[in-house]
């Protein structure tokens, strides 16, 4: 309650009365039901002297009267009062009165008050926002490209027609130039006496100046019976200023015990510019284009009258004409486009509902106090969430008891356990503990967890500011610049913006680590999981985040309300907190956690338990809380993480089907990559070892592992129609075993090795107190059982297809071209084929008289010389065709094993072993000795691959099968047609033929006797 001195000229007064209930809280208990007014007129008014007179009445005597003329004054309009005094004169000695006293002297005295009307026509108040000639704070108004402000002035005219021209004048008080002046758009006014009437400018100007300050003025003239035009009336003028972006917004009529006074006397302080919409302004200026001139928009609180007979929320909630739109709708779409709603909420539930408020927010009423309950909410039933948002700066938690002459904090909650996506949290994107939330609680209910009393929530690219604490009243808020509780002039202060992409929830957005190493997260709560540490440790404590300018504050508490130490090493019992800041994560906090405790042999208690509060906030307000709770166990202490280390066990069977394939680089770090053949049977089978795996807290001699947990991914065939993401876990407990063992079925490459897949394997180890490592990675491509291995290839030099055999011996000469992968190829040859399947003892044997010969083991490149005595297969008379066997070997001929033959020609030896001349004369030795070294031999090798176990059949054709297409004939006239074709004459072929064949051939026709 105060006093204020206004002029209340030309205005409509409304009185209202509040009556304060007693102690329990119910109206009229005291007796004060109600009040009444009879026929009551209240005026006031301010006189100055305008006149004096004086006359002398002489001769009257007692009980005569007498009229008298006293002057004749000169009256403008207005209201006058005129004092009528007598005097009587007792000082003349010859009356019989002469020094007598009057008896009652106010007799001598009279008043009388009257009006004179005024001729001229009066201005009445002008529709401009009543807050610009504010005693408090003036405000400012807004300039919008789109949006102009129209203007109107009622009229009242004098007690005399008249014919009259309003006009409307603009000065830039900035630039002290006139930058507008123009009649009423409905002038001009011919009005009767007393006649009202409004005056309108729509939308007259826009070419307001950012920042200037304008004088507005609105003025009348009246033409004269003569024609002449002279002002008339009073002249009205407001100064204001306009912006094109203001502070805030406030959306209310006036209200209650100074509290828009508190609030427009932050917002000066502080030097923030405002407009106060009163609900006849909604409908024009509450709207899209003028909001997004402002940063904020202020519901304050309302209390009973704006509530009830005032409809605040039902006004708030009416859809406009204009556009569609109801104010609530407007600040939902305010605060997506960047704006920020402050609302102040008191215990009137049923005029919130229903929907009345933006994203139809509900509240709990906790108004209920009498004899025998009280449900308000106390001082000691709030918890303040977040001590350190900058909302909460200068504020003292103490300082809530004395609030509200320290009856109550708060008469409702906000509720935020709505769960429709249109509702509160959920509009937010949940809460912060929510990977994309942002809606935080900054003080709420104990016992009702889900009451909010201050909450923020961003929007968009903005958000709003909920509480349901009288912020506004003077016993509750100090002024800004206050040290116990400035909450008002903090919450006009802060504005919401979008959370920084990068700022999710522990363990996405943000790490809390403990020595350099960030402990797991717990699925089910989102924070962090329990950590034992040894007793008496030293711990340092820092935050990983690429968000910049953000500041993280520490805090300790009892975990099981026993008592425990704090950041300085002092005690702190249950319900005390130790905090400390931290400005920067290059500078980790560090902590010392030991409860005393003489039993121990650390001299420091087992089972002490902290609890460890991280909050996390960037100088635009945006928060990450998260916890961690620490308990001293010496058993189950885990400084350290384990390391997983994983190897493929070594097997003779398996060695030749695996081969490194190079590394790949993953985080930094290289690993291997296998490929693996698989073998004749589909499949192959590899064992794995994580012997090596370690904890480095364990005990000397043990390696402190509790579980191997094997997984394997993306093992699917290359060409596979729907490959699965999905893994395989294995787990292993080490007490059973450090071994596993893994069937690789599906081809992930395909045949020419183009595309292929690899087939990841993951080793993780858990150690005894459930701490993991880092993953061990291998990774396998796996190919078919003849991937990469290609049959020997061999290039035979001797003997030649032209050369003839007269030797003793046969020199079969080469080199291995390729295939012999692993150096272990070996060629044998003999004159037999059933000798190359001969034993060892048996080959030996047949090596010794020249019948079978062998290679050493060849490599790629190499080359090789192996002879055989042939000189028991030759004829004294007729030419001999043989054959030589080779086998081409490749390891133990699991692999590969070729068969090949040479099929060579040994000419008649004619009793001379030393293969002397032919009977046939000179001219046939010619012949022979010519095409012989040119002809007479033919080779012929045909080669047959035998692959893995395969068949070793050899596939042979008959010596004349190369003859270019001449299997069908005789011998005699298929050699005369090769050596037609080698360039010899056909009838000294023919003559060569028939004469050293003939008798081969007579005895090939006989039957070969």
Known sequence: WRDECTTLAGSELSLTWRFQSNEDGINGNAGLAGFGIDNIRIEEFTFEFDGNYTEEVNGLDARESSKVVVANHDFSSGIYRIDAMTMLDTTDPSTAWYNATEVNLPNNISSIMFSIAS????????DVMECVTDITYECVYPIDDQSVHSFSVPLLNGVIDGDYTLTMSIKDLTTNQQVFEQNADNGQF?????????????????????????????????????????????????????????????????????????????????????????????????????????????????????????????????????????VADTLEQFMVQGGTAQIHLGPYRDAYQPSNLPFGMDIAMRNQVNFTEDNRILSEDITIVDPFHPIMENVDPSAFSAINGGTHVALSGLDTAQVQITQ???????????????????????????????????RGAGGMIVTTIDV?????????????????????????????????IAGEGYDLTVNGQSPSIDSITGAYSTMYIKSNSDLSFDYVTNVPGVIADWTLSSGNNDSVTGWDGAIIDA?????????????????????????????????????????????????????????????LADEFRPLASASIMSNPSTSEFIEMDGTKTVAGTDWPIYRVRLTETGDISLAFTAENSTDPDAPEGESGIELFEWKVFFDYPW????????????????????????????????????????????????????????????????????????????QFTAPRPTDSQRDDLVVVTGNLISGAENGDV?????????????????????????????????????????????????????????KIYIRITEGDGSRYVLSETIDISLVPRGGDSGGGESSGGELSTTIIAGIGGAILLVLVV????????????????????????????????????????????????????EQYYASYYEQQRRGGA
């Open 119 to 126: 001729a001229e026509i009066t201005l009445m108040q002008p």
């Open 190 to 326: 011919s009005l009767e006496p007393h006649q009202r009437a409004w005056a309108n400018w729509t939308e007259p100007f826009n070419s307001w100046a950012d920042g200037h300050t304008y004088n507005i003025s609105f003025s009348a003239e009246v033409t004269k019976e003569d024609g002449t035009i002279e002002p008339s009336g009073n002249v009205r003028f407001f100064i204001i200023t306009f912006y094109d972006r203001i502070d805030v917004a406030i959306l209310s009529n006036p209200t209650d015990q100074n509290r828009l006074q508190m609030v427009k006397s932050d917002l000066e302080d502080m030097g923030m510019s405002y407009t106060q919409m009163r609900l006849d302004n909604w409908d024009e200026y509450a709207t899209p284009s003028w909001l997004e001139h402002y940063d904020k928009v202020l519901l304050p609180w309302q209390t009973d009258y704006n509530v009830y007979y005032g409809d605040y929320y039902e006004k708030l909630a009416s859809t406009r004409s204009s556009d569609g739109l109801s």
């Open 424 to 458: 509160v949290p959920q509009v937010c994107g949940g809460r912060i503990s929510d990977p994309s939330g942002t809606f935080h609680t900054l003080i709420r209910d104990n016992t009702y967890e889900s009451q909010s009393l201050l909450s923020i929530c961003n």
């Open 472 to 504: 506004e009243n003077p016993s509750v808020t100090q002024s800004f610049g206050g040290e116990q509780i400035p909450i008002l002039s903090n919450l006009l202060d802060f504005r919401l913006s979008p959370y920084p992409v990068e700022f999710g």
């Open 575 to 635: 319900g005390e907190i130790s905090h400390t800041q931290q400005s920067a994560p290059e500078i980790p906090t560090l902590g010392s956690f030991c409860v005393a405790n003489t039993s121990s042999n650390t001299g420091c208690r087992i089972g002490a338990e902290w609890l460890l509060t991280l909050y996390l906030h960037d100088e635009d307000g945006h928060t990450r809380i998260t916890y961690i709770r620490l308990v001293t166990d010496d058993t």
């Open 719 to 794: 060409d596979s129609q729907s490959p699965t993401l999905e893994g395989h876990v294995f787990q292993v407990p080490a007490s059973v075993t450090d071994e596993w063992t893994y069937t690789f079925r599906n081809l992930t490459s395909n045949p020419d090795g183009t595309l292929e897949n690899e087939i990841r394997v993951e080793l993780i180890v858990y150690d005894k107190a459930g701490k993991q490592s880092e993953k061990h990675r291998m990774y396998f491509i796996v190919v078919g059982e003849d991937f990469g291995d290609d049959p020997p290839l061999v």
């Open 826 to 882: 070996k060629i044998e040859v003999a004159l037999d084929e059933a000798v190359l399947d001969y034993s060892t003892t048996q080959k030996i044997t047949q090596s010794t008289i020249g019948k079978f010969n062998q290679s050493d083991l060849l490599s790629d490149g190499d080359t090789f010389s192996l002879t055989l005595d042939i000189s028991d297969v030759y004829d004294e008379v007729t030419g001999v065709a043989a």
């Open 942 to 993: 045909v080669i047959t691959l035998v692959v893995r176990g395969r068949s070793r059949g050899q596939v042979e054709t008959d010596t004349v099968e190369q003859f270019g297409g001449v299997e069908t004939m005789d011998p005699v006239e298929a050699y005369v047609q090769q050596m037609v074709a080698s360039g010899y004459d056909e009838q000294q072929a023919r003559a060569y033929a």
